[in-house]
């Protein structure tokens, strides 16, 4: 098979070709590969590499992040901020390749943004603010994630922002086609170790099937067990944890994705509320706000540079109303 065959890589075999497709940009710059539990990951090691107009540049543990998440010195703080490609900071900062790759330095995500904001409040301490996020995830890959790895990681604090991957539509629930039980994650994993195998799941899994009426990848009441499933796996880490709603931003250009987020964004709040969990809604990044959150976000899903400074400045409150920020400053102006 490895003589006759082309090369399959494991994100070829598991991940559908729509799916795919996504993830590798019009020059080809692709940042992602397989995982046994997950289906995909960021790339580890991955240096100022630019794609879909982002630059990305990840640890060895596989985050948007420069530094190893290692021991911690004490009186450190070190937060997670868990999510899709929002908190990923997908088009943020904004790169265009004709201009020499260069953007503005304070063009950043929010979990950038509150690192920045609290390292300069806090001379001389040790603050890390990294993004366990990847594009695509939903509150299913997010929650099975977390179970595996969040532990190792050892944060003090724990965001949480999920939304539109959710809401997109496939053949079966995420629940069903990404199952995250041990057998099938060490089933894919022996796949991805053989090409005969590969070649074989993914001959499989093109065949043609039954078609069905398309579902939403997680439900409103899936989207809310999930999270409050995430809250548990973070308390029991020993970590405390914040959830921030989901952010959107318009009822018009892709109807009904406004309502469908809308939707889950009402069920969370109520069941924070009901959980006494700490929540954060931004009003100006949800579709409430169109047409004068149009100057916030890149396109309807992604909140841009001025988005993102928007979350970190609500964000930082909250952690400090919270109690979360420990003994550490919080900034006074705006981050």
Not at 27 to 34: A, D, K, L, T
Not at 101 to 121: F, I, M, Q, S, T
Not at 306 to 324: C, N, Y
């Amino acid at each position: 098979m490895r003589a006759t065959r082309p090369h399959l890589t494991s994100l070829e075999a598991f991940v559908s070709a729509p799916q795919r497709a996504q993830f590798t940009d019009a020059r080809q710059v692709g940042i992602f590969e397989g995982d046994p539990l997950l289906l995909w990951r960021l790339k580890p090691g991955l240096r100022h590499v630019v794609w879909e107009h982002t630059p990305v540049t990840t640890s060895t543990q596989g985050l948007r992040y420069e530094q190893i998440l290692a021991a911690r010195a004490p009186g450190s703080l070190r937060i997670l901020c868990a999510g899709d490609s929002v908190t990923f900071g997908f088009g943020v900062p904004q790169v265009f390749l004709r201009q020499g790759e260069e953007y503005h330095p304070d063009w950043l995500p929010y979990p950038a943004r509150v690192e920045k904001a609290l390292r300069a409040a806090n001379p001389g301490r040790e603050v890390e603010v990294a993004p366990f996020a990847v594009p695509g995830y939903s509150t299913h890959q997010g929650l099975a994630w977390m179970r595996r790895d969040l532990a190792s990681l050892r944060p003090d604090v724990v965001t949480l922002l999920f939304g539109w991957n959710d809401i997109g539509m496939r053949a079966q629930p995420d629940a069903d086609a990404i199952r995250t039980d041990a057998w099938s994650a060490t089933m894919r994993l022996l796949l991805a170790k053989s090409q005969a195998l590969l070649h074989a799941w993914r001959w499989v899994h093109s065949r043609p099937g039954a078609a069905g009426e398309p579902v939403p990848r997680v439900s409103v009441e899936g989207f809310v067990a999930n999270h409050l499933a995430m809250i548990d796996v973070v308390r029991a880490a020993g970590a405390r944890v914040a959830v921030i709603g989901p952010v959107y931003r318009d009822r018009v250009e892709y109807p009904p994705e406004g309502d469908l987020i809308a939707a889950r964004r009402i069920a969370l709040r109520e069941a924070m509320t009901r959980a006494g969990a700490p929540y954060l809604e931004v009003p100006e990044l949800i579709e409430d706000a169109w047409p004068g959150n149009e100057s916030l976000f890149l396109e309807h899903i992604h909140p841009n540079h001025k988005g993102h400074r928007l979350l970190a400045e609500r964000l930082l409150p909250l952690l400090a109303e919270h109690g979360m920020l420990r003994d550490l400053a919080a900034p006074q102006a705006q981050p």
